[in-house]
C-alpha cells in the first residue's frame, strides 16, 4: 500500500489529499495548485510524509502531507496514542498531557491531539489556555502520566508549528521509542484522520483541566528547591530589563521571580504581550544578532546594566550584560552554563550535599569547561549526543544511581536546573540568574566578574560556533568523505599530512588528517562510521595501522544516516562538525581551553582553527559554500 502511495500520479495524490483534509484553508490551497498544473509545488507537498524525528515533528504550517496541519495532526495523534497504548502499562488510565503555545493554529493543534487520545480511551490532562513547554515535561512527571505532547516550535519562524513529545518518566523520548512511535505513526499516516471535531474538548468526562493545580505545584517546585533567601532576595537593589520575544513567557516569570522574592523586571512593553506574528524581531530566537536590541534601548534609557530573555515557548534563557566600557556583553549559551555550573554547584554545598553525589551533565558540542570543573571539584560528569532527550535522560540514570541531579545544559541556551522538569527550562533558569545577580549585586560585582571568577580557577575557554549553508546533500557527503578518506585522486594542490586507519572488516581505511591549523590532532570520534581513538598524534606515520572489528568503537551510538565528526588538538582545541537534522547546514562547533587563561593565545589558536575548518575541512571556497 505504501509503495503504491509513493508512486501515484501527483494528481491522483492531490485527490486523495481532497478526498481527506476537511480543513477549508489547505482544501483550497491544493485546489488552487491543482487548477494551476503547479507540479512542483504539489510534488513538496504532498509526494513525502511529515518525518517524525528528533522529539516529535517540526515543519511549516500549510497544506500537504510533508506539511504541519490539522490532517497531520489527527493522523501523528492516533499514531502516537496507538504505540502508548500497547507500550505503557495502564497508559488510558494514566492519561496523557497536552499543552499549546501562542502560535498560529497550535490551540486547535493540541485540541486535536486530545481527541485523538480520547478516542482510545486516554484521560486527558489539558492545558486550554498558552502555555510554555516546561508545563507538559513537569506535569508528565507529577501525574504520572503515560506521555504528554506539547504543541510549539520554539523559536522557528512565524509559518512554523511542532509538536513535541515526551515519554512517562518525563523527558524527551529517545530511541529506540521514538523509533517505534514513527513507525506508529507511519502505519496511521495511511490512514483515514478519525476525528476533526475541535469543540467541546473541555467539556468531555474525561479531560481534566489541570492548569492551577499544576502551575502551583511548579512554582512551588522551584521556588522551594532553588530559592536561597527570599528576605535577601527581596532588599536587593537590582534591576533588569525583560523580554519574552512576543512569546508566552511574561506571566510565568513574573511568578516565578516573585515565588523566589525577587523584584519584578522592567518591561520590553512592545514585545510583552503573545504574538504569534513576532513583530518587532527578524527572527524570534534570543540567540540572533539584533534579537536584544530593543530591550538593550529599555535598559539604556532608564540606567540598567542587565538584559534578559526567555524565547517564545519560555524553555530557553538568554542575557546580556553592560560592560563598563559602556559595551553590552551578550553572554553565550556556553557562557552562561559556566555560570549556572558554578552557582548550582554553591547550592549544592550550602545544602550539605557532597560534591562527589552532584551531578552535572552537558552535551557534546556544548563547551568542556564543564568537564574541567568536575576534575577540579570531584563532581560527577558526562557529555551526551546532543539534545535534552539524552541529557535529560543520561540524568535520570544517575539519579537512579543516587547521585543529586545538579545541572544538565546545551550550548543552544538551554539549561535544566532541577529535576522538577526534566527539560530545557527558560523561566527557572532566569529566577537563578537573577538570585544570583542580586547577590552578586550586594558584593559589587558583576555576572561577568563571576565569570571570570570562573576562568581564573578553571582555564579560559574561548568558541566559535557557526555553519555554513550546504543546499546540496551529494556536496555535503563529499565534503566529509575528504575529511575522513582524504582527497580524490585527481586533485589539484598540496593536502594536509593524514593517519592511514585500515579496517579491514569494514572494507575501508580512514584518512584523518594529522593537524588542524597545523596544530597536532589528539582524538578523533566518528559517529558517522564507528570509529574513536585518543592520542592518535602517538600512532606512528611510518606505516598505516591495522584496526580491528572491535577496536576504537565509539561509546556513543553510531548512525551512518548522519554525519558527526570531532577532534581534538594538543593545543587544547576541540571541534565538532555535523549536518543538520532539520536544516541544510553545516555545522560546526568550535572550542580552545588556555589554561594559563592567556586571552590572546586563545584567540589566535582558534582563528587559526576557524580558518582552517573553512580551508582545509570544508574547502568552502571551491565547494562554493
Known amino acids: 500500500m505504501k509503495g503504491a502511495y509513493l508512486t501515484l500520479p501527483i494528481a491522483r495524490l492531490a485527490e486523495r489529499w481532497l478526498s481527506e483534509d476537511k480543513d477549508p484553508e489547505t482544501r483550497s490551497q491544493i485546489e488552487r495548485l491543482l487548477a494551476a498544473n503547479d507540479e512542483d509545488t504539489l510534488e513538496k507537498l504532498l509526494r513525502n510524509r511529515i518525518e517524525f524525528g528528533t522529539a516529535g515533528l517540526r515543519a511549516r504550517m500549510e497544506a500537504g502531507y510533508s506539511r504541519l496541519n490539522r490532517l497531520t495532526v489527527i493522523t501523528a495523534s492516533q499514531g502516537l496514542a496507538a504505540y502508548v497504548a500497547t507500550a505503557v502499562e495502564g497508559a488510558q488510565r494514566r492519561g496523557v498531557v497536552v499543552g499549546h503555545d501562542h502560535r498560529h493554529n497550535s490551540a486547535a493543534f493540541a485540541r486535536l491531539t486530545a481527541r485523538a487520545f480520547l478516542r482510545l480511551g486516554f484521560h486527558v490532562y489539558f492545558y486550554p489556555g ?14 504520572g502520566a503515560a506521555c504528554g505532547v506539547m504543541i510549539t516550535a520554539s523559536h522557528n519562524p512565524k509559518d512554523d508549528n511542532g509538536y513535541k513529545v515526551y515519554w512517562e518518566n518525563g523527558a524527551q523520548i529517545c530511541p529506540p521509542v521514538d523509533e517505534a512511535i514513527a513507525r506508529s505513526i507511519g502505519e496511521n499516516q495511511l490512514m483515514e484522520p478519525q476525528s476533526w471535531d475541535e469543540d467541546g474538548v473541555e467539556a468531555d468526562p474525561n479531560v481534566e483541566d489541570v492548569t492551577q493545580r499544576m502551575m502551583d505545584a511548579y512554582f512551588d517546585a522551584a521556588a522551594g ?26 506571566p510565568f516569570a513574573s511568578r516565578m521571580l516573585a515565588a523566589f522574592g525577587l523584584p519584578p523586571f522592567v518591561p520590553v512593553p512592545e514585545q510583552m504581550s503573545p504574538d504569534p506574528d513576532f513583530p518587532s524581531v527578524a527572527f524570534p530566537n534570543p540567540e540572533e544578532n539584533g534579537a536584544l536590541d530593543m530591550a538593550k534601548d529599555v535598559a539604556d534609557a ?20 553592560k560592560q563598563p566600557d559602556g559595551l553590552w556583553l551578550a553572554f553565550t549559551g556556553d557562557q552562561l552554563g559556566t555560570v549556572f555550573a558554578a552557582a548550582v554547584l ?3 554545598r550550602r545544602a550539605g550535599i557532597p560534591d562527589e553525589r552532584v551531578a552535572m551533565v552537558n552535551s557534546t558540542v556544548s563547551s568542556r569547561m564543564l568537564s574541567v570543573m568536575a576534575q577540579t571539584e570531584g563532581f560527577r560528569y558526562a557529555d551526551t549526543l546532543t539534545g535534552f532527550k539524552y541529557m535529560a535522560n543520561e540524568l535520570l540514570a544517575l539519579q537512579h544511581q543516587g547521585f543529586f541531579v545538579g545541572f544538565g545544559y546545551e550550548e543552544a541556551i538551554g539549561y535544566m536546573i532541577h529535576d522538577h522538569v526534566l527539560d530545557k527550562d527558560g523561566v527557572t533558569a532566569l529566577a537563578v540568574f537573577v538570585q544570583l545577580a542580586a547577590q552578586l549585586h550586594a558584593q559589587g560585582k558583576s555576572v561577568a566578574d563571576y565569570l571570570e571568577e570562573q576562568y581564573v580557577r578553571y582555564g579560559f575557554f574561548v568558541s566559535a560556533n557557526s555553519y555554513f549553508v550546504s543546499p546540496d546533500p551529494a556536496k555535503t557527503g563529499r565534503i566529509f568523505s575528504r575529511i575522513r578518506y582524504g582527497p580524490d585522486a585527481d586533485e589539484a594542490g598540496a593536502d594536509v599530512q593524514r593517519f592511514e586507519f585500515v579496517r579491514s572488516a569494514h572494507g575501508d581505511t580512514l584518512k584523518y588528517p594529522r593537524t588542524i591549523g597545523g596544530f597536532p590532532v589528539s582524538y578523533i570520534r566518528d559517529l558517522t562510521t564507528g570509529f574513536e581513538m585518543r592520542d592518535v598524534d602517538k600512532v606512528s606515520a611510518e606505516a598505516p595501522l591495522v584496526v580491528g572489528l572491535d577496536e576504537c568503537r565509539p561509546t556513543f551510538p553510531v548512525s551512518a544516516s548522519s554525519h558527526m565528526v570531532t577532534f581534538e588538538t594538543r593545543n587544547g582545541g576541540r571541534l565538532t562538525m555535523r549536518t543538520s537534522g532539520t536544516e541544510p547546514k553545516l555545522k560546526y562547533y568550535l572550542e580552545v581551553r588556555n589554561q594559563d587563561n592567556d586571552r590572546e593565545a586563545a584567540a589566535r589558536d582558534l582563528e587559526a582553527m576557524v580558518n582552517a575548518v573553512a580551508g582545509e575541512l570544508v574547502r568552502a571556497m571551491e565547494n562554493g559554500l
Open 130 to 143: 498558552l502555555g510554555l513547554t516546561p508545563e507538559v515535561p513537569f506535569a508528565v512527571k507529577r501525574l
Open 225 to 250: 528547591g532553588l530559592a536561597a533567601d527570599r528576605e535577601a532576595n527581596s532588599r536587593t537593589g537590582l534591576r533588569y530589563v525583560y523580554t519574552p520575544m512576543h512569546g508566552v513567557g511574561a
Open 302 to 321: 532608564q540606567g540598567i546594566d542587565l538584559v534578559l530573555a526567555n524565547d517564545p515557548d519560555a524553555d530557553r534563557f538568554a542575557a546580556a550584560e
Open 346 to 348: 554553591a547550592m549544592a
